[in-house]
């Protein structure tokens, strides 16, 4: 089973900027995937980046890209996700998980997930 404990969220206004972290612990020799997931209030959990551990290979849904990246620190163990240019509306819960099952998006099926970390944006 895949720990995973975030952090680094906080409150910034409009334009600045965050690096959240996910340090993983456990068996991780079958993760397939790895991603930062955000919630916010009335609405349904959505990928915010994608990482595919084979290859490296990233993805962004069009509301982030050119903004946030993702990457990972394989010798700690540790994803990361730096935000810059924030946006009111990037205000969320934001989730890493880790997915073992084979899924061409990486939709967090079945993934591990942390306790949350919470990014909010004021105007």
């Known amino acids: 089973q895949v720990h995973l404990m975030e952090s680094g969220g906080g409150s910034v206004q409009t334009g600045g900027s965050l690096r959240l972290s996910c340090d993983a612990s456990?068996?991780?020799?079958?993760?397939?995937?790895m991603g930062w997931f955000r919630q916010a209030p009335g609405k349904e959990r959505e990928r915010a980046a994608s990482l595919f551990t084979n290859d490296g290979s990233t993805w962004y849904p069009r509301s982030v890209r050119g903004r946030f990246t993702i990457s990972k620190d394989n010798a700690k163990n540790t994803l990361y996700l730096q935000m810059n240019d924030l946006k009111p509306e990037d205000t969320a819960m934001y989730y890493c998980?880790?997915?073992?099952?084979?899924?061409?998006?990486?939709?967090?099926?079945?993934?591990?997930w942390g306790q949350g970390t919470q990014v909010t944006v004021s105007s």
């Open positions: 456990g068996d991780t020799s079958s993760t397939f995937c």
């Open positions: 998980a880790a997915q073992e099952a084979w899924d061409t998006h990486c939709s967090g099926k079945d993934a591990a």
